[in-house]
Every structure is written in C-alpha cells, then in structure tokens.
C-alpha cells in the first residue's frame, strides 16, 4: 500500500521535503497559509492546499489524519501547537523542525517522534530516509547522482559482489564497505557481504531507488 506524507510549512526545507518526496513518487500532501507558496508547490505533489494548519478542521478536511507520517516545517510557536494536533490525530510519525534545542525538547514533549534542525540539503536527505528506512545516509553530490549509505539487506548476506554484478544490473558502484571498525575502499569482486555491513553505493538516484527497492524486503 502507497504510503501518504504530510508535509505542514513550505519555507526552503518544507518545499525541499515535499518536492523531493514527490519526485521519489510518493503521495504528499502540503500545506501552508501562505498561497504563493502553496501555488509553488502544487505541480510537484498530490494536493497542495492553503489552510491555518493549527486549526485541526483544515487539517482533517486535507487527509492530514490519513497520513502515515507528517513533516512539520513551521519552525516557532505553531510547530508546537500543530505537533500536538497531530499527535491527538493519531499520526504514528510526526517528524517536526525546530529553531534551537528547547523548542526539540518541547516538541518532543508534545508528540513529536524525531525532531531535526535543517538547511535544505538536509530537507533532501530527510525525504530520502523517509522513503526507505535501508538508508542511513544520503549525500547528493549533482542533481543526477548521490552516494547513499545503507545496512546490508538480508538477501545479500554471504554473496559476493561478483555474483550481485551491480554494476551490469543497475549501473550502481559500491565503493566502499564498513564492516565494525574497518573499511573497506574499493573493494574487490571477490568480497563477501556480511551481516552487519554498511554499503557506500554511487549512481544516479533512480538506480539506487531501484535496488533498494528490489532488496529490501529479501
């Protein structure tokens, strides 16, 4: 079943999330009082929709309730009202931005279940995390290409990278491996995948998407 995000607030890193979620074809919802910003939006998500999202009416009327996760991206006081609304709502993830660390821990108090304090390259790495929780770290390095940081899927453990051929099936490079406190640059065809390896993989965002996708539930 597709999966549904809310993403409240649609300043640099609120725009950032939503738009990189929609890109990654997944169902956003986005929110914010601001029309011209909800207008910037709208060709990039399922529904844009200009609302006080401190009101939790406008908030059902959008499917805000429906949403298996909500970013909000408000920053100041309404973060913390909108953060409460949600959690009342039922919303499972509610991942909220705050200005400095006592506005994370009251939003913490109030529901919030990850708090982040962002610059846009960070909206994009949030987005991506969302996406698949394989990942543990995303770097865009153009806005083709990005080497993405991720735990070795089960249906890997104990084959080798000759075997998996990456390269040939999804034009994806691992170019290193960190297996405890080691890593390994570059590593050779012959290395096995072990339980507990965290893969370093360059290629373009769609076939890194379509790895993970094939791998991740095996």
Do not use: W
């Not at 290409?145 to 249906?155: D, F, I, K, M, T």
């Not at 390994?184 to 373009?204: A, C, H, M, N, W």
């Amino acid at each position: 079943m597709k999966r549904q995000f809310a993403v409240i607030g649609l300043g640099r890193f609120g725009s950032t999330v939503a738009k990189t979620l929609g890109q990654l074809g997944e169902t956003v919802i986005a929110i914010d009082e601001d029309e011209a910003k909800v207008n910037a939006i709208k060709d990039f998500v399922a529904y844009a929709k200009q609302a006080n999202a401190t009101d939790p009416l406008s908030l059902r009327e959008a499917g805000v309730a429906n949403c298996d996760t909500a970013i909000i991206a408000t920053g100041n006081s309404s973060a913390i009202i909108i953060t409460l609304v949600l959690a009342e709502m039922g919303v499972k993830k509610i991942i909220a931005k705050a200005d400095d660390e006592i506005h994370g821990m009251a939003l913490q108090k109030v529901g919030a279940t990850k708090v982040v304090f962002p610059e846009q390259d960070s909206g994009i790495r949030l987005a991506n995390q969302l996406v698949s929780s394989e990942i543990l770290e995303y770097i865009e390095i153009s806005k083709e290409y990005s080497v993405q940081e991720l735990a070795v899927p089960r249906g890997l453990i104990g084959k080798t990278l000759m075997q998996l051929d990456f390269r040939k099936k999804y034009n994806v490079s691992i170019i290193a491996i960190k297996r405890k406190d080691e890593i390994i640059v570059v590593p050779s065809r012959t290395d096995e995948l072990k339980q507990g390896d965290i893969l370093f993989l360059i290629g373009r965002h769609a076939n890194i998407k379509k790895f993970i996708n094939d791998f991740a539930n095996k």
